[in-house]
């Protein structure tokens, strides 16, 4: 909540919450995923704005605030991070300067540490883990899935924004999807090394655009083949990666991803996933932290 009535509410709490940063002695740097600062960055020698979505298109947000909040923000922003390429130039477009480009990456090492010994990967069985929202899957796609003979695995908290998606779920459980809740990574590890292919089945909505799914290099980590919907920031890797225009040709897709996966196709999938891991984006992280400071020319701390 954060109209007219609340704000003041707010911007209290928050700035009692971040006391000891405020006062904190030494040069300061304040690192956001939401442009609805509250004056944060007042207090900040540096302001990084990590942008992971086009926050002002999902459903419930206001964009209005969204818009003229990262209108606010931008010129006291030094750096301003987009993890699409259609966030990146949304950055540029708000009036953001230095945009950096680093696309959403997954925790690699965690699912390659539950790799089993033996493989137990079933070549019918596909998977979607994820928010299980109406706003943002197309059940139809998975209803479509189900019905073209694949055994269908879900995992992810329901109606987590964007709608109570209970009934759509149950609809696939009836037909034969298993639905696991809300797992671990290790435990969402081990299942996605029984599977074959990975599903990213977004909406192509005004939202989806902008999103980039970390889920991509999830599924390749495990050696998963993967099939997306046409969200501008999956890109086709022949063999490896699949879009469908048409939500028709999934089952098709699917089946393609198949017929390519092997022992070499699977060590490929491993190595693009390796490029895209949270310890590559660590290094490109405190990298950034340590300029960042070497701007403002005093050691400190974030």
């Known amino acids: 909540m954060h109209t007219s009535i609340s704000r003041p509410f707010n911007k209290r709490k928050i700035h009692r919450l971040f006391r000891h940063w405020i006062t904190a002695e030494g040069p300061k740097i304040l690192w956001t995923y939401t442009p609805v600062t509250y004056g944060l960055e007042e207090y900040a020698d540096s302001t990084v704005y990590h942008c992971v979505d086009l926050l002002g298109e999902f459903p419930g947000v206001s964009a209005s605030m969204i818009r003229n909040q990262e209108a606010r923000l931008a010129p006291h922003t030094a750096t301003a991070i987009g993890s699409s390429q259609v966030v990146e130039q949304h950055l540029i477009d708000t009036g953001f300067k230095n945009v950096l480009h680093w696309p959403n990456v997954a925790d690699v090492e965690t699912i390659l540490n539950e790799r089993p010994t033996e493989s137990a990967r079933d070549p019918k069985r596909v998977v979607f883990a994820g928010n299980l929202s109406r706003a943002k899957v197309d059940f139809k796609l998975l209803r479509d899935i189900v019905e073209a003979g694949f055994e269908l695995h879900l995992a992810g908290p329901i109606a987590e924004g964007g709608g109570d998606a209970t009934p759509e779920v149950e609809d696939l459980r009836e037909r034969g999807a298993v639905y696991h809740g809300l797992l671990s990574l290790e ?116």
């Open 187 to 302: 435990e969402l590890s081990r299942l996605y090394w029984t599977c074959s292919v990975g599903l990213i089945p977004y909406k192509l909505t005004s939202y989806t655009r902008g999103v980039n799914p970390l889920k991509t290099f999830e599924y390749l980590a495990a050696g998963l083949g993967v099939v997306s919907t046409a969200v501008p920031a999956v890109q086709a890797v022949p063999g490896h990666v699949v879009v469908v225009e048409d939500a028709i040709d999934s089952a098709a897709a699917i089946e393609a991803i198949l017929s390519v996966t092997n022992s070499d196709a699977v060590d490929s999938r491993l190595e693009i996933s390796k490029m895209n891991s949270w310890l590559g984006r660590g290094e490109s992280a405190r990298q950034l932290v340590a300029d960042t400071f070497a701007d403002i020319d005093t050691p400190g701390s974030l």
